[in-house]
Each structure stands twice: as C-alpha cells, then as structure tokens.
C-alpha cells in the first residue's frame, strides 16, 4: 500500500486545515439515505450553519470521520487483538499489521501514524464544530444544539479513549501519573498551535469523563428508531462507554453505578431506562442484521463508503485475505474447549475451520466489499463490566449472575461452578471476555488495565508493562511537528 503520509510540518497543517473543513460532504453513518445516495459538494465554511439541515451534515460527517477503516472502522480492533494470543498472522505483510504483532513497529511506522492521525483528525473536526456553534448562535433549538454537541463529545471522548489506550501505559498502574499524549480541545486551522506538551494519563481521563457526563446530559433518551439508536449516540451510549472507561480506570464502585442505569438489578438482565438494551436470543443474528437492542452503538458500512483497503475486519480475519487466524494453541482461546465448548453458539457460529491449519473467525463476511457494521459498544460487553465491577467491589452472587447470563444467550447448558470468591469470579469473568468480544479490539486493553504481561504469540514472548514496547509509541510524524512532545 502507498504510504500518504508525508512526514513534514507542511502536509501535517495541510492536515488540521482539512480537518477544519465543513463536513457537510462526507457521506453519513445515521441513515440510509446518507449511505446509499451520492453526498453533497461540499460547502464554504461561511455557510455551513446556514440552516439546520446543514449543521445537522455537520454532526453525521463527524461520525464518517470516526468510522474510518484507519480508525473505528477497522485499525482500532486489529491493533488491540492481533499483538495477544489469539491470532496468528499469515501473510507477514506490514501493511496490515505484521510489525505491530511481532512487537517490532517504531514511531516511524506509517500505518500507525495514519490511526493517530485520523484520530486527532476527528477530535479535531469535533472541537471546530463545537467552536462553530459558539460563533452561529440560534440556528437550531436549544434542544437539539445540546443533542448534536453532546454526539461531538461523546466522540470526542471515544476517539480520546481509544488514543490513550494505544498510546500510554494504563491508569491503572500509578493512578494516571504516566505521560499522556497532547489534549487538543480547541480547533486547529493553521501550525500556530502544533506545539503540546503531552497531558498525563489522568488528565486525558478526567477530559474523557468530562466529555461523557456532558454527552449523558445532552443526547436524546432515544433516537427515534431502531436504525438511529444504533449509529447515533443516545444517553445510554454515553453511560455504555462510562462502564467501560472507568473500568479501564480501576473505578469499579463508579463502574456499578453507571452500570445499574442501564442493566437490571436481576435476571434477565435488560436496560430498564430509555432504549431497551438485552442480549438477543441468537448471537450470529447480532452480526447478520445489526439493528438489535443488543448494539449499543454500530459504525454502519455500505457499498458506497466501505472502510477502505486493507483496513476491514472481514478481510482480515474471515475469507476475505485471512490475514490472521485463530491459534489453535494453548494459551490461545480457541484452543480452550473445556471452558469453550462446540456446544455454544458462538464457537459453531462466529468461528469455522476454512482448513485443518486455518480455523478463522466468520462475526464478519468475508466477501468484498467489506461492508458489515463495525460493533463499538454491545450490550453484552456493558454487562461484563457490570459483572468484574460487582466481583470487586460489589455483589459476588450478582457478578456470577450477570457472567452466567452472557454465556446462557449462546450455551444454555453450561454452567459456572466454583466462583465462590471474588479473583476466581473475576478470572472467569475475564476469560469470558476473550470468547464474547474475540475480534472485537478488547483483548488487549483487558490485560493492559490489570498491569498484565502481554502473551505475544508474533513477538514470541511475554510482553510486561516495564517493557516500552507494551504500549505504542508516539509517531515520528508528531515528533516532528510539535516541538513539545
């Protein structure tokens, strides 16, 4: 693939200018319409909040910005499952990823300066539309001002989020003393503003957090249909992201409460506000038809905007190029059939042997071009951070309830035993999380929260914290631009 991303401070303020642009012609994640039909020229920024249906393409080119395949619409997953153990790379091809899975990637790499990037590029476009509002005052209701600013912070913060995983070492290990990475909250339009020094770890969380109390406040308590609730933010997608996000803290009390907004106190767990979350009887069908109460929030795909080259998650895991396949190896998951049996659905559904060597994950097609939602956020993953919380600093009865109830949706007739104290609760707890959310970007963030050393089946060891590698490091292409890094 060719590299675009040339490392000067020219192409890097041609870079934030664009990013400034209106995004009015950026084809949408919230409709159909906005996925099948040819976007609009875009328009001078002079007249971007002309009416409210203008500034409303504002608010759907942000969620195009963050579904890119270089960000949510692909990289983001890849980066945090292909460096465990449960995948094993085919192709030996940098472009998607073999440096990161064998631990051997520098700043200078190219692929992962293209996630910062477009990282920075949303929160970017996030901070101008939210500036914009402050300069067109009156164009839209108060109501819906608080409803599209809360959808540019909520992500915000799932941009922050994602960055500060990937890039610094966890919260968990000093409380957030760490060296962070810069936090940008004001729009950049020129190279007057490159020089930032990096925030500590604690206060990119505590902006993250800012940034989700507010959204909770302002995004509409449903979205009006089954399609909207699902790819655009709501309230319980900002308190969805909180569960994960403090869990990621160690905050497991802060965990509980947030969690009790939108999970029951008891079986069968379901939201009991606002839109009505619950595990859907069929798992596959979650990745077949998207726009269940199960997903909390999907990025959607279509023929018209797929996720680009080499960035899909079908293309990497399913038939598509079998980039990576499952390890069919101890200590790789799959290779765990006692505590992962042929009798959940999930195994016999979502996973298939394509040969005796190559047994590969199917959540996602195969066939180009790529185009299944990406699931951010499913309900299934809120109540397993429900569950760890309680088993830490809860209800153990509750935790092993809420752990029982993910694995009852796809294996009705496996039962867990023996988790009479809170660290075999939360051991079952995280291997549960390998299986449910396999593919999905969590497994390494998991072991990253808990201090836990990286089994690296590319680098052929054990990756510990002390160890640089065990996070990424920050681009030479930022180096280069801001003085102050």
Known sequence: MKNIFNKTRHTFVAALLFASIPTAGIISSCSDDFLRYPPELSIPEENAFENPERVERQVVGLYASAKAGQLFGGRYFIYNDIRGEEFINRTSNNVTGYSSYQFTNDPSD??????????????????????????????????????????????RALCYHALIQLFAKPYTLDNGASTGIPLRLQPETSSANNNLAPSTVAEIYAQILTDLNDAELGLADDNGSANNNTTRAHKNSAIALKTRVLLAMGRYANVITEG???????????????????????????FRTYNTTESVLSF????????????????????????????????????????????DARRSGLTSPYSAAWHIVTKWSGASPFIDWVPIIRYPEVLL?????????????????????????????????????????????????????????FRIPDLQRRNTPITSVGAGNSIPVTDSRYVFPIPTSEALTNNDI
Not at 303 to 327: A, K, R
């Open 300 to 343: 959607p795909m279509a023929d018209t905007n797929p996720p680009g080259t080499q960035n899909q998650l079908g293309y990497y895991y399913n038939v598509g190029n079998i980039e990576y396949y499952l390890n069919q190896s101890a200590p790789g998951i799959y290779a765990n059939t006692a505590a992962w049996p042929e009798t």
């Open 110 to 155: 190219t692929y992962i300066a293209n996630f910062w990037r477009f990282s920075y590029l949303t929160i970017n476009r996030a901070n101008k539309f939210l500036a914009d509002f402050d300069a067109n005052p009156g164009v839209v209701s108060a109501e819906v001002e608080a409803r599209y600013r809360s959808e540019a912070k909520f992500l």
């Open 260 to 286: 009790n907004k939108i999970v029951s106190t008891a079986a069968p767990f379901t939201s009991p506000n606002r839109v009505a979350h619950a595990l859907q009887a069929n798992v596959v069908n979650v």
């Open 385 to 441: 951070n429900l569950a760890e919380a309680e088993a830490e600093a809860g209800s153990l009865t509750r935790a092993t309830a809420l752990l029982q109830a993910v694995r009852s949706r796809s294996d009705a007739n496996y039962t867990f035993s023996g988790l009479n104290s809170s660290s075999a609760a939360v051991q079952a707890i995280l291997l549960e999380r390998r299986i449910e959310l396999l593919g999905e970007g």
